[in-house]
């Protein structure tokens, strides 16, 4: 989506390096959120963000964390990356708290070895 | 906690037949959103429809309908004339306040 953009769209990191994940928007939307998706487990929530410098943990928080300095950046960073964290992840955004869906980036292939 | 429940993993069918993927969930609330997703090989994450629980009426988009059991908390997503595009892995999912909560998805295959 173009109001979206996730970076980079692949990465290969070594075990125990820091990876930070990028997610940038156009759309001025408060709400941002950081997910993995495993096969069979779908789409899990990591971390998620209500405004600038507000942010909480989602489902699979551990060894994860995220800043939000600006209202278009949302930037997900593993400390350690671990091969457990090799996933795809994805960014997603949205206008209010109920109604609409999200609108998703394309998403980050990570893979930790 | 609100669950998602997708029991097909796999689906196929027909080109130009129909197709029913089945989505049931666990929830309190009475007031809340359901939605389904398609991600094709592309990875890209598209909203098919969505549902509002106060609406009795089952929605629809073109091809794509939907089967809103609100007692039974069953979500179902219908899909006619299947089209060789329509290929893909499709999720069902539940809005909450602070997040959307996905099942584990369905892959259908739809066969010339």
């Known amino acids: 989506d173009a109001g979206i953009t996730q970076s980079p769209r692949h990465k290969v990191t070594e075990t125990g390096t820091p990876v930070t994940l990028r997610c940038h928007q156009t759309?001025?939307?408060?709400?941002m959120y950081w997910y993995r998706q495993d096969p069979g487990h779908g789409l899990r929530l990591i971390h998620y963000?209500?405004?600038?410098?507000?942010?909480d943990k989602g489902e699979v928080s551990d060894g994860y964390s995220v800043s939000r300095s600006k209202t278009e950046d949302f930037l997900l960073t593993l400390e350690s990356a671990t091969s457990s964290q090799t996933s795809v992840y994805f960014c997603?955004?949205?206008?209010?708290?109920?109604?609409?869906?999200?609108?998703f980036g394309s998403g980050t292939r990570l893979t930790v070895v | 906690a609100q669950t998602v429940t997708q029991s097909q993993p796999e689906m196929s069918v027909q080109e130009a037949e129909t197709v029913t993927l089945s989505c049931t969930y666990d929830?309190?609330?009475?007031?809340?959103?359901l939605f389904w997703y398609k991600q094709p090989p592309s990875r890209q994450m598209i909203l098919v429809i969505r549902?509002?629980?106060?609406?009795?009426q089952n929605a629809t988009e073109n091809r794509f309908s939907v089967n809103f059991q609100k007692a039974a908390k069953s979500f179902s997503l219908k899909i006619s004339d299947s089209q060789l595009g329509d290929a893909a892995m499709y999720f069902c999912?539940?809005?909450?306040?602070?997040?959307?909560?996905f099942g584990a998805g369905t892959r259908l295959t739809v066969k010339p």
């Open positions: 549902q509002e629980a106060y609406k009795q």
């Open positions: 963000s209500y405004g600038v410098k507000d942010t």
């Open positions: 999912a539940y809005r909450t306040v602070n997040d959307m909560r």
């Open positions: 929830t309190s609330e009475s007031d809340y959103y």
């Open positions: 759309e001025n939307h408060r709400y």
């Open positions: 997603a955004i949205s206008e209010s708290v109920t109604g609409q869906g999200y609108t």
